[in-house]
Each structure stands twice: as structure tokens, then as C-alpha cells.
């Protein structure tokens, strides 16, 4: 789709073109009207954000309007995860007079320097940061400079007076190592989280605090680099098993790469859990429908989509709402771990 020249500015005539649509329609999306199909108001919004067309905010607001639309911004590779984002989100506005639209970027550099636009295109009340746009300090910055409310998802930065939903990502890693050291596994490898994402960090600092606690040595060749997916958890499985000295253990830090993991090992005619244990993290759909049903970190991601929707709302409303909020989490034990055998001990 072609830029407008930077001659003129783009009109609501040259949207319905490049969308295929009719005047009327795109009216219809900006005044949040119903009895629009969903894919034809993402098309509008998408040739909208492309032609850097926005409407006349300043005479809406005059007007007292409000679209009671809130956007779900979030950049994360697994689906599963994504899932559960939207699904706690759209439980908490069941009901309420507010409608929710997804907003999924690439990466945090693709949404900064966007957000603003993407908000007047589509006359957001409000939005939901999820990882790792909530860290992104750029887009933190462009929200606050035009004064659109917004509450985060699971940030690990602090620099930001918005509400936040989180739980603890280092004390959880660190209960995974602690449950394979107690069945015996001294090397124990791990297949970090995506370089962008701060909660990638935050787990693998509770991974080597487990591992110190436990007088465990810490050894570079059993830490891989994952990007939360599937097949980087499968080529990490591979080089960990490749090793001479190969771990007994392994920790992913999504249950898309431990799934990864446990196609590697079965690959390599790895028992698991007879030879290898494996965990993951999230407790996503995938930890059990995989074969055996993976150990992992419940991370309560429904309820912190859930709770973090509750406190953009109570911001619209002017209601209190409490700056801070952490939420459990809890290691589910299933079969893909056990105790180490004998022989497995080089």
C-alpha cells in the first residue's frame, strides 16, 4: 500500500480507497458504530495507520464522545501465551460496555513511536501493556506524552506511574531449580527467554540463584538462548544433548520451547523423564497435551490479563485502583520430571 505524498495530508476518502470500503464505512469505524465485521474495521484501522490519517480528535473529545475501546498491546512469539492474554482480558470486560482490540506489533521498536497514532486512528480510551512493551521505556514515554491511560501486564521496570499486574519470575526459576536439585540432578542446562523480553533475564538471574544456592557449579556450555518458541527450544534441546557431558535437567523458560526440548529428546532416544527431566513455564495449553505432560510454573497470565484490564477501567472510571499487584504463582509438578538415575551421573 502507497505512502501518501507528504504534500497533503491523507483524507477519510483516501482510507475507504485503500481499504476497499465506502465513506460511510469508515465513518462508521472512527465513530465505533456497530454492525461492522471485525475484519473490515482492522482494515480500515490498517489503512488508516498507514496512510497517517487521523480524525479530528480534539472535536470528538469537545464533543463528549468516547469509543469505550481499549487496546491489548503485546509482542510475544507464543501463541499459547497470547491466548491466554486475550481470553483474561475479554473475561473481565464480559459484560461492561467496553470492547477490546488487539493490537500485536513484531517487536517493541516496530510499536514506538506508534502507539500515539495507532490510539487517535482508532479513538482508544485506553491500553493494556503486555510483555515486553511494558518494559519498553519508549513506549512507556510516548503514552504518558499524550496522556493516554494505560495499565501493564508482568513489567520487571519500575519508572511508571500506571497501575501493574505481576508475579515474581526470579523466585520462580528459582523453585524449578530447586525441585530438580532435590531429585538429585546437579547439571542442570536451561534454554533462555527471548533477548527482548526483561522477564528472559529475570529468570535466568533465579536459575543461577538456585543453582549458587544449591552449590551447584555454573557452567556456560549448559545455557542456551531460546526466543520463546518451539523451534529454538528444539535446536537448544539438541545442542544441550550433543554434549559429552550432557545435562540431566533441563529448565526452558516457556513451555513452547520445553515442548521443543522434549521433541529433541525423543529424537535422540532420551528417555524423559527416565533419563532427562525437563521443565517449563507458563502452564499454557501445551505443558498438557504434550506426552509426558510437562512440569512447569503456573504463571497466572489469564488473571493478570484479567486484573490489569480491571485497572484501566478503573482509571476511565476515576475510580481507585491500587498502583501495584502481585500474583502467585505455583510449580506444577507432571511427568516429565523425576529423580536421577545412577548412570545418568557422569
Same mark, same amino acid.
Given at each position: *500500500?502507497?505512502?501518501?505524498?507528504?504534500?497533503?495530508?491523507?483524507?477519510?476518502?483516501?482510507?475507504?480507497?485503500?481499504?476497499?470500503?465506502?465513506?460511510?464505512?469508515?465513518?462508521?469505524?472512527?465513530? %465505533?458504530?456497530?454492525?461492522?465485521?471485525?475484519?473490515?474495521?482492522?482494515?480500515?484501522?490498517?489503512?488508516? /495507520?498507514? =496512510?497517517?490519517?487521523?480524525? %479530528?480528535?480534539?472535536?470528538?473529545?469537545? +464533543?463528549?464522545?468516547?469509543?469505550?475501546?481499549?487496546?491489548?498491546?503485546?509482542?510475544?512469539?507464543?501463541?499459547?501465551?497470547? @491466548?491466554?492474554?486475550?481470553?483474561?482480558?475479554?473475561?473481565?470486560?464480559?459484560?461492561?460496555?467496553?470492547?477490546?482490540?488487539?493490537?500485536?506489533?513484531?517487536?517493541?521498536?516496530?510499536?514506538? $513511536?506508534?502507539?500515539?497514532?495507532?490510539?487517535?486512528?482508532?479513538?482508544?480510551?485506553?491500553?493494556?501493556?503486555?510483555?515486553? =512493551?511494558?518494559?519498553?521505556?519508549?513506549?512507556?514515554?510516548?503514552?504518558?506524552?499524550?496522556?493516554?491511560?494505560?495499565?501493564?501486564?508482568?513489567?520487571?521496570?519500575?519508572?511508571?506511574? +500506571?497501575?501493574?499486574?505481576? *508475579?515474581?519470575?526470579?523466585?520462580?526459576?528459582?523453585?524449578?531449580?530447586?525441585?530438580?536439585?532435590?531429585?538429585?540432578?546437579?547439571?542442570? $542446562?536451561?534454554?533462555?527467554?527471548?533477548?527482548?523480553?526483561?522477564?528472559?533475564?529475570?529468570?535466568?538471574?533465579?536459575?543461577?540463584?538456585?543453582?549458587?544456592?544449591? #552449590? =551447584?557449579?555454573?557452567?556456560?556450555?549448559?545455557?542456551?538462548?531460546?526466543?520463546?518458541?518451539?523451534?529454538?527450544?528444539?535446536?537448544?534441546?539438541?545442542?544441550?544433548?550433543?554434549?559429552?557431558?550432557?545435562?540431566? &535437567?533441563?529448565?526452558?523458560? %516457556?513451555?513452547? *520451547?520445553?515442548? #521443543? @526440548?522434549? %521433541?529433541?529428546?525423543?529424537?535422540?532416544?532420551?528417555?524423559?523423564? #527416565?533419563?532427562?527431566?525437563?521443565?517449563?513455564?507458563?502452564?499454557?495449553?501445551?505443558?498438557?497435551?504434550?506426552?509426558?505432560? =510437562? /512440569?512447569?510454573?503456573?504463571?497466572?497470565?489469564?488473571? *493478570? &490479563?484479567?486484573?490489569?484490564? $480491571?485497572?484501566?477501567?478503573?482509571?476511565?472510571?476515576?475510580?481507585?485502583?491500587?498502583?501495584?499487584?502481585?500474583?502467585?504463582?505455583?510449580?506444577?509438578?507432571?511427568?516429565?520430571? #523425576?529423580?536421577?538415575?545412577?548412570?545418568?551421573?557422569?
Amino acid at each position: *500500500m502507497a505512502r501518501k505524498p507528504a504534500t497533503r495530508h491523507s483524507t477519510i476518502t483516501d482510507v475507504a480507497d485503500a481499504a476497499g470500503v465506502s465513506i460511510k464505512t469508515v465513518s462508521r469505524v472512527f465513530n %465505533n458504530e456497530p454492525n461492522v465485521r471485525p475484519l473490515t474495521r482492522d482494515r480500515v484501522l490498517a489503512a488508516a /495507520t498507514e =496512510l497517517d490519517y487521523h480524525p %479530528n480528535v480534539a472535536a470528538r473529545s469537545l +464533543a463528549g464522545r468516547r469509543s469505550f475501546l481499549i487496546g491489548l498491546a503485546y509482542e510475544n512469539p507464543s501463541p499459547n501465551y497470547v @491466548v491466554d492474554l486475550q481470553t483474561g482480558a475479554l473475561d473481565r470486560l464480559h459484560g461492561e460496555r467496553y470492547r477490546l482490540l488487539v493490537l500485536p506489533f513484531a517487536d517493541a521498536a516496530t510499536a514506538s $513511536g506508534k502507539m500515539q497514532a495507532i490510539a487517535r486512528a482508532s479513538g482508544l480510551d485506553g491500553v493494556v501493556l503486555a510483555p515486553p =512493551l511494558c518494559d519498553d521505556a519508549a513506549t512507556v514515554a510516548e503514552l504518558e506524552a499524550c496522556g493516554l491511560p494505560y495499565a501493564r501486564i508482568a513489567p520487571t521496570s519500575g519508572g511508571s506511574q +500506571a497501575p501493574d499486574v505481576a *508475579m515474581d519470575d526470579r523466585h520462580a526459576a528459582r523453585a524449578v531449580v530447586d525441585h530438580l536439585a532435590a531429585l538429585g540432578h546437579k547439571r542442570i $542446562g536451561i534454554v533462555r527467554g527471548h533477548v527482548t523480553h526483561a522477564s528472559a533475564m529475570a529468570r535466568f538471574e533465579g536459575y543461577r540463584a538456585g543453582l549458587e544456592a544449591h #552449590g =551447584l557449579p555454573i557452567d556456560a556450555d549448559l545455557e542456551t538462548q531460546g526466543a520463546y518458541t518451539f523451534l529454538s527450544g528444539y535446536e537448544a534441546g539438541r545442542k544441550l544433548l550433543a554434549l559429552k557431558d550432557r545435562p540431566t &535437567a533441563i529448565f526452558a523458560c %516457556n513451555d513452547d *520451547m520445553a515442548a #521443543g @526440548v522434549l %521433541n529433541a529428546a525423543y529424537e535422540a532416544g532420551v528417555s524423559v523423564p #527416565g533419563d532427562l527431566s525437563v521443565v517449563g513455564f507458563d502452564d499454557s495449553n501445551i505443558a498438557s497435551v504434550v506426552w509426558p505432560r =510437562l /512440569t512447569t510454573i503456573h504463571q497466572p497470565i489469564r488473571d *493478570m &490479563a484479567r486484573e490489569a484490564t $480491571g485497572a484501566l477501567l478503573a482509571l476511565l472510571e476515576d475510580e481507585e485502583v491500587p498502583p501495584h499487584r502481585m500474583l502467585p504463582y505455583q510449580l506444577v509438578v507432571r511427568g516429565s520430571t #523425576g529423580p536421577v538415575r545412577e548412570k545418568a551421573i557422569r
